[in-house]
């Protein structure tokens, strides 16, 4: 069995936490619960903490091999219909526990990038407005993992040391994992305010990183375990013409199970203006050709996770790495002020061990950390 019977011991802790925690489920809610079949064992323990919490827990199980078939099969009219039960998703579910838990890490490998594009266009609008809801505190919604052979795989380590990854990263390792969170969000909160939300100007100096970013007016975001779990970086959306320079990522990067490496973009007055890879450059060019939004970030971030520090090809872990950046092309989170609009949505994350960050000409970042991260109040 896998998970071991460690971490399935677990379970009762880590549903208290995302549904208590990371959601904060109140009476009379209704809330949808959906991962892969491999993660039935956490769906049954959420959803007797939503009972508990007075809700109505919807539970929805899905099946990778689905999308396949879809892909393969789809004509153009199928690609771009919304299905009325999506809508009713979208709209009518106060809040959504996704659970991560893939069979196949690259599912759609070969599939055609522009059938999948296709069909992200045509929810577009419905995200879109989903998102613009979470913004006003109307919705709410968490993703979180769930350890899968496939997973551990993918990220290069054994069954066993992934799921303990997995159980450090949600910080069930800790005594009290909702005390931990709330340390993080304390940390995180003291980075927004005492340092990013003053700033103008953010200038990235170090190896394969030269680069300025317009963030006056933006509101910086802290992700603490809520919309995401684990939690661990904070974020913004940069003026859409307030990005010049150019970066190198240092780590395999990868959107739809496709794979990247050495990625490097540069930027004049916010459009991607030079770009290229030494691995899956023709999808680069296929992804950054989709829309003009695919050409501008629409997301500046630090990951601030600590408990994460290894690479494991799943975003949701990578972009929390601690000591590290991610930047994302396309579209941008409504609640920071950006207005770049994409179907694309592709974060792309950096080592910054050996870096430097300026706002507004002060050092406020170097060697992975903050100046004031380790400052008690």
């Known amino acids: 069995m896998y998970p071991t019977a460690r971490f399935i011991?677990?379970?009762?802790?880590?549903?208290?936490?995302?549904?208590?925690?990371?959601?904060?489920?109140?009476?009379?809610?209704?809330?949808?619960?959906?991962?892969?079949?491999?993660?039935?064992?956490?769906?049954?323990?959420?959803?007797?903490?939503?009972?508990?919490?007075?809700?109505?827990?919807?539970?929805?199980?899905?099946?990778?091999?689905?999308?396949?078939?879809?892909?393969?099969?789809a004509n153009e009219d199928q690609l771009r219909h919304v299905?009325?039960?999506?809508?009713t998703l979208y709209e009518e579910y106060d809040a959504s526990i996704s659970i991560l838990s893939t069979i196949h890490t690259k599912p759609l490998i070969g599939i055609d990038p522009s059938k999948i594009a296709v069909a992200r266009q045509a929810i577009a609008p419905l995200f879109q407005e989903f998102l613009e809801k979470a913004a006003r505190g109307e919705k709410k919604w968490t993703i979180a993992p769930y350890p899968t052979l496939a997973m551990s795989q993918e990220a290069s380590m054994r069954p066993l040391e992934f799921e303990e990854f997995v159980y450090k990263a949600v910080k069930l390792h800790y005594e009290d994992p909702v005390a931990a969170?709330?340390?993080?969000?304390?940390?995180?909160?003291?980075?927004?305010?005492?340092?990013?939300?003053?700033a103008d100007e953010l200038r990235f100096?170090?190896?394969?990183?030269?680069?300025?970013?317009?963030v006056s007016g933006r509101k910086w975001i802290s992700d603490d375990g809520h919309e995401n779990m684990p939690g661990g970086e904070v974020f913004t959306g940069p003026h859409e013409d307030g990005v010049d320079g150019c970066v190198e990522f240092d780590m395999p990067q990868v959107y739809s199970g496709i794979e990247v490496e050495g990625v490097r973009l540069c930027f004049r007055n916010g459009v991607l203006s030079e770009y290229s890879a030494t691995k899956g450059g023709?999808?680069?060019?296929?992804?950054?050709?989709?829309?003009?939004?695919?050409?501008?970030?629409?997301?500046?971030?630090f990951g601030l996770n600590y408990d994460v520090q290894r690479q494991t090809k799943e975003i949701l872990f990578d972009e929390k790495i601690g000591g590290t950046i991610h930047m994302a092309l396309g579209n941008g989170y409504p609640e920071t002020g950006s207005t770049n609009r994409s179907a694309i949505h592709w974060d792309m994350v950096k080592s910054m061990w050996n870096a430097r960050v300026y706002a507004d000409g002060d050092l406020v970042y170097e060697n992975g950390y903050f100046i004031n991260w380790n400052k008690e109040d």
């Not at 969170?181 to 003053?198: F, G, P």
């Not at 190896?207 to 317009?214: A, E, M, N, R």
């Not at 023709?282 to 971030?301: H, I, Q, S, T, Y």
């Open 9 to 73: 011991s677990s379970l009762d802790r880590y549903a208290k936490l995302l549904v208590d925690y990371s959601i904060g489920v109140e009476k009379g809610m209704e809330v949808l619960v959906s991962s892969e079949t491999t993660a039935a064992p956490l769906v049954r323990e959420i959803y007797r903490q939503v009972l508990r919490s007075g809700a109505y827990p919807t539970p929805l199980l899905r099946d990778e091999l689905l999308s396949e078939i879809f892909y393969l099969e």
């Open 83 to 87: 299905t009325p039960l999506l809508r």
């Open 181 to 198: 969170w709330m340390d993080q969000a304390r940390r995180q909160e003291k980075v927004v305010n005492d340092i990013l939300s003053k």
């Open 205 to 214: 100096e170090g190896p394969g990183i030269s680069l300025t970013v317009k």
């Open 282 to 301: 023709d999808f680069l060019e296929r992804m950054v050709n989709l829309d003009d939004g695919a050409k501008r970030l629409g997301e500046l971030a």
